[in-house]
């Protein structure tokens, strides 16, 4: 078990949960 994998692994998610949740927020704001 490699944990470098799943750090980069998990600040990739939570980067593209940011900005899903910042892009569904500016199409709502629409």
Known sequence: ??????FIGLILFALFGLLLGLY???DKDK
């Open 1 to 6: 078990m490699d944990s470098h994998y799943l």
């Open 24 to 26: 569904i927020h500016r």
